[in-house]
Each structure stands twice: as C-alpha cells, then as structure tokens.
C-alpha cells in the first residue's frame, strides 16, 4: 500500500556528514508531516527533526546547528543532511511520514521506514 525506504546510512568519521533520503511510494494521496527519529542501541527511539508540509521545522536539541531536514514534495521524498557528526549521533536512523492514501482520502496515519544504520567511529 505505502512503502518508505531509507537509504544513505554508512560509516563515517567524527566530524565528517551524510545525507540521508527517504522515499514514499504506493497508493499515496497526501503527505502531511515527515521526519527522521533515531534509535541507538540500548535506548528508545527519539525524535531527530521533522517537517511538515507547509515546510516547517522543529528539531531536537541534539540536532539544532548541526541537522538540516528538507524535502522534495513532487518526488514524496524527504533528507536530512548531518554534519559535524560524533558517535553519539550512531544509531539507526527511521524515516516517518503522516499519508493520506487512496483508499481513504483525507484520513491520515503513520507509515515507518525498515531504517537505516548510521555509524560514527574513527
């Protein structure tokens, strides 16, 4: 029915940046709020930023300064860009979205992403 799939998880050294994206495809009438939450190992999931479609956007503190959430509306698609990355930002990183599907126009519910693992290590 809806699919979101991550990508652009990998290794990568204290300080240096990725880009993650996610895609959502399937029988999508309207996407609402989007956004990227994190869970390391040990812990719960916890919010990272979302935006909503009105291009608003609210981070956690950990992310402030350091995160840029964005997304492309005619691809269904949303980023995060991360910089100036520490270890404490490993994690497996999941996509989330607010959709509205064919099937029931205009009632809007929460799809998940399988994630994506993000490692900061030297």
């Known amino acids: 029915q809806v699919q979101l799939v991550e990508s652009g998880g990998d290794l990568v050294q204290p300080g240096g940046s990725l880009r993650l994206s996610c895609a959502a495809s399937?029988?999508?009438?309207?996407?609402?709020?989007m956004g990227w939450y994190r869970q390391a190992p040990g812990k719960e999931r916890e919010l990272v930023a979302t935006?909503?479609?009105?291009?608003?956007?609210n981070y956690a503190d950990s992310a402030k300064g350091r995160f840029t959430i964005s997304r492309d509306n005619a691809k269904n698609t949303v980023y995060l860009q991360m910089n100036s990355l520490i270890p404490e930002d490993t994690a497996v990183y999941y996509c989330?979205?607010?959709?509205?599907?064919?099937?029931?126009?205009?009632?809007?519910?929460?799809?998940w992403g399988k994630g994506t693992l993000v490692t900061v290590s030297s």
């Open positions: 935006i909503s479609s009105g291009e608003r956007t």
């Open positions: 399937g029988s999508i009438f309207s996407i609402n709020d």
């Open positions: 989330n979205a607010n959709i509205a599907t064919f099937l029931r126009l205009y009632y809007y519910e929460d799809f």
